[in-house]
């Protein structure tokens, strides 16, 4: 693992919670709303949201009066998060590719392209085999990421913003395995300007088989937005698959 990955800064800074904070909430409570209408779980069900940022998907579920346990990186995220811990809503700072509790959730979710960060398929492998392990015998795991297949062609862009006094510089650009967007920050603040670059990987749907399946999950349907229309692998712009474990 990198000593310092580009997402562990990032994603603590308080820049970065500025520049996504409008991010649609509206949105999300009415994926979270239809999954739940899909998915069907029992009342009480165990959920574990993973890489849960400040919670807003945990929140939601929590309402509708699940067990929901967020794990995230990012200690800022969590600080922010446990404002909002309840009996039945649970907040933990936790690296997703170290073991968390084992054959315990009923659902796991991974939601808005929280994967695909890491510098290798081993990393990979044990983010995957942790979410994994966290569900029990007839537990099922959503995954939310990128359709890689229709993002390449959208994929090229420089863009510019203030919030706040606060101005970010954006370019976004692809090579043959990654997407990247690099974010320069200018601020009265600052002595000199901040850079970050995101990094995500170009995984597509048979890459997520693979791994799934080396992994003991099986990919039982897909979809292609949140509105679970079908996936289409040249106009979709979500990959939401949804898998189960494999009977032993």
């Not at 998907?57 to 446990?82: M, N, P, R, W, Y």
């Not at 939601?111 to 510098?119: C, N």
């Not at 990654?178 to 974010?183: N, S």
């Not at 039982?220 to 509105?227: F, S």
Request: with cysteine; proline share 3%.
């Amino acid at each position: 693992m990198e000593d310092h990955p580009w997402f562990k800064d990032w994603f603590n800074s308080p820049y970065y919670h500025l520049l996504y904070a409008n991010r649609d909430l509206k949105e999300a409570a009415e994926f979270i709303d239809k999954l739940i209408a899909h998915l069907h779980p029992a009342p009480g069900a165990t959920m574990l949201d993973v890489a849960c940022g400040k919670g807003r998907h945990s929140i939601h579920l929590a309402q509708k009066g699940f067990d929901v346990t967020g794990i995230d990186l990012s200690e800022e995220s969590i600080a922010e998060a446990l404002i909002h811990q309840t009996d039945n809503l649970h907040f933990y700072i936790h690296d997703m590719r170290l073991p968390f509790w084992i054959n315990y959730f009923d659902f796991a979710f991974n939601f808005f392209t929280s994967f695909g960060y890491f510098e290798t398929q081993r990393e990979n492998d044990n983010a995957i085999r942790t979410i994994a392990q966290s569900i029990n015998a007839n537990g099922r795991f959503v995954m939310d990421y990128l359709n890689t297949h229709c993002a390449e062609a959208n994929a090229i862009y420089n863009t510019e913003k203030d919030i706040h006094g606060v101005h970010y510089a954006i370019t976004k650009w692809t090579d043959a395995k990654h997407f990247y967007k690099k974010i320069i920050i200018t601020h009265t603040a600052l002595k000199e300007p901040l850079e970050y670059i995101e990094r995500v990987e170009k995984f597509t749907l048979e890459d997520f088989t693979k791994m799934f399946e080396k992994q003991g999950l099986q990919i039982q349907e897909v979809y292609g937005d949140y509105n679970f229309a079908p996936y289409d692998i040249n106009s979709s712009q979500r990959l939401i698959m949804i898998t189960k474990k494999n009977p032993k």
